[in-house]
Every structure is written in C-alpha cells, then in structure tokens.
C-alpha cells in the first residue's frame, strides 16, 4: 500500500504539471493573439515556477533505488584525534540536522556517545522524510575538516577526520527476516556523567548478529525495552545496507570502479583555514560558502553526487 500511494502521488505530480503547462500555454498563446502585453510577468513567475518543479521531478526520476523514498538511519563515528575530531562529529551531525530541518524532515537522535571534553564520539540519528534516504545516500564516507584548532592554545592547524554511515529504515519480516536464534543480545548498565547520571540498571542492550558478526548498541534511553527496540531499528538498517554493499560490488567488477565508505577514502573537504572551501572529491563540485554548508546547505552536493552516478542507461 505504501509502494502503491507513493506511484499514486508521482504519477499526480507529473499530471499535474502537465496540466499547469497546458493551461499556461493556452492563455499565452490567447494573449499573443490578442495582442495583450499585461500578464507578461505572470507569464514569466509561472513558467519559472514550472520549470523549478520540472527539474525537482526529473531529479526524483534518479532517486529509484529500492530504498531511496524511506527514512534513513545515519551513524557518525569520530575519527583518531581525540577532542578535534568528536568536535568535527558533532559539527557534521548538527549540519545533518540542520538540512532535515530545511527540508521539513524530522530528526531524531537514536544513540550517542559523548566526548570526554566536547563533541561525540559517534552517534545514531534517524532522519524522517520522504526521500531521505535517497538524499543521504550521497553523504556516506569520510568527512575531513581543516581549521585552525579552538582546543589548541597554540592556535596550530588541524585536520580531522569523521566517518558517515548511512541505512535505510526497514521492517523486520517485510524488508529482512531476522532468526531469534541468530541474535545474541546482552545488557549491561549505561555510561554516564557519574553521580546521578549512572544507571543503577542494565538498562543498556548490544545486539550481535552471529552471522555476520555485526553488532549494534544502545543506551541512549532509560528503559532496556526502548534500548533494544532502537537496537534491533538499527540492526536491521545494517543488514540491509550491507546486503546493498554486496550487490554495489558485483556491479564494481563489472564497471572497474569501486569506492568504499570506509576509513581512508574521504570523499570531502571542508577547509575554514587559511581559506574557506568545501570540495567534494568525488565530482569537484566546490563552493566558497563553508559557513553555508556547515549550517545545512548540502543539497547541491547531493545533487552533483546522485546525478554523476547515473548510468547512460
């Protein structure tokens, strides 16, 4: 049902589109006619409109992956270099936020570990919208940051590093099919501040999924069964995106051509000092305004990204 409103709402779309254009190049072509010159500029305005729309709707024709209309779960891990890079993670985890907020997305934080002395050290956020995983698709892998340091007294330039996952929210039983007897689930209590902030309960939960040896934790909220929900959430996420993985590199083999998300292979660069530049090394597309970028204004670079990616085909 949900697959059937989506095709439901995209064919509208298009119809009615159509339909503006038809209307709009009726009344044109009777004011040429008549010789009319007063709705000029609300010609101009309608068909800028259009053509904004025309270009969000072919857009969409690349978002067709399997998965690409589903929320997304997006883990951000912090880089070696202590305090400089869980501050770079928690940057990029507010520009993330930042961009759902734009976009009328809803963000929510699923799991977190906090720095020591600023920043986090990873965290778990689900993004909430339609195509948000179609988007955030283009943002995984390495994120580095060159700035001079606000944690170093001697002022000196820094570079850090973050890595960016990201899963598409599925159903258990629809999307993958998980055995009890795969699972191994442990609970044990959550880290805290000390004082009152320790938990006097094993209210936190690990997941391993024996199989592939993938686990997952949580001990962001109080109640284990809350914990272990969100666990299983994101458990699944990386099944499934690793099962994408897989088919991603049979296709690798036959293009000769493979990049992976992983540790070492950053795909961009924000630099704030001597300079200010973002550039993504995957298509070049750059741009000047880092305080932009870093405040949500990623969608160009998605674009560039999802756009560069689509086949002749």
């Excluded at 907020?101 to 799991?111: C, I, N, S, V």
């Excluded at 570079?159 to 007897?181: C, N, R």
């Excluded at 001597?274 to 741009?287: C, G, W």
């Amino acid at each position: 049902m949900r697959r059937l409103s989506g095709l439901k709402e995209e064919v509208d779309s298009w119809r009615s589109l159509d339909e503006k254009a038809t209307s709009l190049g009726e009344l044109l072509a009777l004011s040429i006619e008549e010789k009319d010159n007063s709705l000029r500029d609300t010609f101009s305005e309608e068909l800028a409109d259009i053509q904004r729309t025309l270009a969000e709707l072919e857009f969409k024709l690349v978002l067709s992956g399997p998965y690409d209309q589903r929320n997304a779960i997006m883990a951000l891990h912090a880089g070696a270099g202590g305090v400089e890079s869980q501050d770079w993670a928690s940057m990029l985890m507010r520009m993330y936020m930042r961009w759902a907020e734009r976009r009328g997305y809803k963000g929510e934080l699923l799991d977190v570990s906090v720095g020591e002395e600023a920043g986090i050290k990873s965290a778990v956020v689900q993004i909430s919208g339609e195509y948000a995983y179609g988007y955030l698709k283009a943002e995984r892998g390495v994120h580095r940051l060159v700035r001079i340091s606000p944690f170093d007294s001697a002022h000196a330039r820094h570079t850090s590093f973050a890595l960016m996952e990201v899963m598409p929210e599925v159903e258990e039983g629809v999307d993958v099919v998980i055995k009890p007897d795969d699972l191994r689930i442990d609970v044990f209590r959550a880290g805290g501040a000390g004082g009152q902030s320790v938990q006097k309960n094993s209210t936190a939960v690990r997941i391993t999924h024996l199989p592939t040896g993938i686990k997952v934790s949580c001990q962001n909220e109080r109640s284990q069964h809350q914990n272990k929900e969100i666990a299983m959430r994101i458990l699944m996420g990386r099944l499934v995106e690793r099962e994408l993985e897989e088919k991603a590199k049979e296709m690798a083999k036959l293009k000769g051509d493979h990049i992976s998300p992983e540790w070492g292979n950053q795909i961009r660069s924000y630099v704030l000092h001597p300079y200010k530049m973002v550039k993504d090394h995957r298509t070049n597309f750059e741009t000047s305004d880092a305080d932009g970028v870093l405040d949500g204004d990623v969608d160009e670079f998605m674009r560039a990204y999802l756009t560069s990616t689509v086949g002749p085909d």
